[in-house]
T-cell receptor, first 115, second 111 residues
């Protein structure tokens, strides 16, 4: 069975460019999460979807960050006008229910480097 | 605001030793606590999930305990092996579904 997949695995962007990161969750999973992991740190929450509804975006660091999940499956995290401080690994996770008691299954992440 | 701390930050041990990794959190109002493993350049793999009503969970050589009232959890690894070398992350969830992570313990087990 397929796990959570993310693409691209690596992205290099010049400062000021826009980037789009894709997450394919496990089929049928209701909840989808995005996290940002800086080097040597634990992941930090960015945003949460329940089906297509974005229920929590409190972790998005600025209005340059935008996430969507229009059909309740695939999600895209978009970063506009990238800055060097955006360099990090972006992790996507999904879980089967909306109860908050299930394990979250993580993808391999997208490593973003902004030059 | 919930904060999660892990001690030690790094650990290097010979193969065969029994290990204890520590995790503490500041707000005891949690739904669950999870331990994850992260290999370099990889995503996170869930090891154990303890619901707030539980005291411990076991999987193979791993045992995790939870003392919610004192805000502490420990991950016990028995008979460590070189393949256990990785970063171990502790995370808690509260009344929202998001996970709040510690900074991890980097474990190296040498032959």
């Amino acid at each position: 069975g397929a796990g959570v997949s993310q693409s691209p695995r690596y992205k290099v962007a010049k400062r000021g460019q826009d980037v789009a990161l894709r997450c394919d969750p496990i089929s049928g999973h209701v909840s989808l999460f995005w996290y940002q992991q800086a080097l040597g740190q634990g992941p930090e929450f960015l945003t949460y979807f329940q089906n297509e509804a974005q229920l929590d975006k409190s972790g998005l660091p600025s209005d340059r960050f935008f996430a969507e999940r229009p059909e309740g499956s695939v999600s895209t995290l978009k970063i506009q006008r990238t800055q060097q401080e955006d360099s990090a690994v972006y992790l996507c996770a999904s879980s089967p229910s909306a109860s908050g008691t299930d394990t979250q299954y993580f993808g391999p992440g997208t490593r973003l480097t902004v030059l | 605001k919930q904060e999660v701390t892990q001690i030690p930050a790094a650990l290097s041990v010979p193969e065969g030793e029994n290990l204890v990794l520590n995790c503490s959190f500041t707000d005891s109002a949690i739904y669950n606590l999870q331990w994850f493993r992260q290999d370099p350049g990889k995503g996170l793999t869930s090891l154990l999930l303890i619901q707030s009503s539980q005291r411990e969970q076991t999987s193979g050589r791993l045992n995790a305990s939870l003392d919610k009232s004192s805000g502490r959890s420990t991950l016990y690894i028995a008979a460590s092996q070189p393949g256990d070398s990785a970063t171990y992350l502790c995370a808690v969830s509260g009344n929202t579904d998001k996970l709040i992570f510690g900074t991890g313990t980097r474990l190296q087990v040498f032959p």
